[in-house]
Every structure is written in C-alpha cells, then in structure tokens.
Antibody, heavy 118, light 107 residues
Framework: EVQLVESGGALVQPGGSLRLSCAAS????????MHWVRQAPGKGLVWVSRINNDGSGTWYADSVKGRFTISRDNPQKTLYLQMSSLRAEDTAVYHC???????????WGQGTLVTVSS | DIQMTQSPSSLSASVGDRVTITCRASQGIRSDLGWYQQKPGKAPKRLIFTASSLQSGVPSRFSGSGSGTEFTLTISSLQPEDFASYYCLQHNSYPWTFGQGTKVEIK
C-alpha cells in the first residue's frame, strides 16, 4: 500500500524557518517525481514545488522561489521542504504527493499544518 | 502561468442527480488535466487522469472529457459519499495550477 506521511509542521514566527519531511513507503520512491502542494485554511489547493526522481531538477511556484528548497533522500525514501523567511501567507496544510514524469499526482499524504504567526 | 477557471464554485444537488463541473484553461493544455475529490480534513484523491481516464478503484459514475482548453467532470448519479469538493489540475506546464474548486452540497 502506498503511504506518504508528512511531519514537521509547527507554529513559527514570521521570518522563521522550518523543515518538513515526507516519509514514503509501499512503492519504489526513486521512480517517482515528488511534489508539495499546500492548502490555506478554508481555501483551495496550490501547487508549491516539485523535484524529479533523482533530485537533479526542481521547480518552484513564484510565491516561494528563493525561500523554499525541495530535496529528497532516495535511500531513506524521504522528501523534504526547507522553508525560510516564512510569512503569514505561508500558513497552510502542506501535502506531499507523488507522480510519474508528465503525469499528475496519483497519491497524496494527509498533510502537516504550518502556522506562521507571532 | 496557465490559469484554470473552474465553475461553478458551489452547487446543491440531490442524490441521483447528474452533476457537471467545468474547467477552462487560459491556453491549450492538450489532455494534461486531472480531477480530484477532497473531503474535509482528508487528502485529495485523484478521480480522473489525462482528462478522461478513470483512476483504478473509482466508481464508473465519474467521467471526464475534453481537451485543449475545455474540460468537464461528470457524476452521472450523485451518491451520498460524493458530497465533497472537487478540483481540476493542469500539469501541462510549470507552475502547475488548480482550479478554484467546486463544493458539492446536499440539496
């Protein structure tokens, strides 16, 4: 069974940093491109970032470019999102999701809540 | 960036009704579109991929159609478990973009 389990969400002050993790199991992690998608409370889904299967290529939404860094550890089957210079508008549930190249994401984690507030 | 305009933003329907949700892309995206269902507090679940292919395990009352700029998700006979929010997602080019969502409520 495919499982994606996010962790690392917390309450953090504006300007602070946080690292999210996504532990994968039940599939060959290194075959899949991985994504982060966020959802602010009561709002819709917003794509944040993606990394290709070997970690050599990344892409970011303009709203997080230069502040967030996506990475992965294939032997550990873990995806990361390093978040810095956090703003109130980054408050959201962050989901990790997997997908094959050129395909949409087919499995998602339940998400981890990041709250940016003083 | 490609804008995805989804309509309606909400709808009220009864069990057994036929429901149609539309997404319009600001430029052609071939068939690079997925449809997702999300229930409160849960992860999104993919229903349809490449615009019209049914995800394994998803009931056949769900169907998708369209290509280019106009796409439709149809639920042929709404069931109690279908009351949820629905989103389209274009994956033709980065940044990927979602429609604003459609909340399907009980009439």
């Amino acid at each position: 069974e495919v499982q994606l389990v996010e962790s690392g969400g917390a309450l953090v002050q504006p300007g602070g940093s946080l690292r999210l993790s996504c532990a994968a199991s039940g599939f060959t992690f290194s075959d899949y491109w991985m994504h982060w998608v966020r959802q602010a409370p009561g709002k819709g889904l917003v794509w944040v970032s993606r990394i290709n299967n070997d970690g050599s290529g990344t892409w970011y939404a303009d709203s997080v470019k230069g502040r967030f860094t996506i990475s992965r550890d294939n032997p550990q089957k873990t995806l990361y999102l390093q978040m810095s210079s956090l703003r109130a508008e980054d408050t959201a549930v962050y989901h990790c999701a997997r997908g094959l190249q050129y395909q949409s994401t087919d499995s998602w984690g339940q998400g981890t809540l990041v709250t940016v507030s003083s | 960036d490609i804008q995805m305009t989804q309509s309606p933003s909400s709808l009220s329907a009864s069990v057994g009704d036929r429901v149609t949700i539309t997404c319009r892309a600001s430029q052609g995206i071939r068939s690079d579109l997925g449809w997702y269902q999300q229930k409160p507090g849960k992860a999104p679940k993919r229903l349809i991929f490449t615009a019209s292919s049914l995800q394994s395990g998803v009931p056949s009352r769900f169907s998708g159609s369209g290509s280019g700029t106009e796409f439709t998700l149809t639920i042929s006979s709404l069931q109690p478990e279908d009351f949820a929010s629905y989103y389209c997602l274009q994956h033709n080019s980065y940044p990927w973009t979602f429609g604003q969502g459609t909340k399907v409520e009980i009439k």
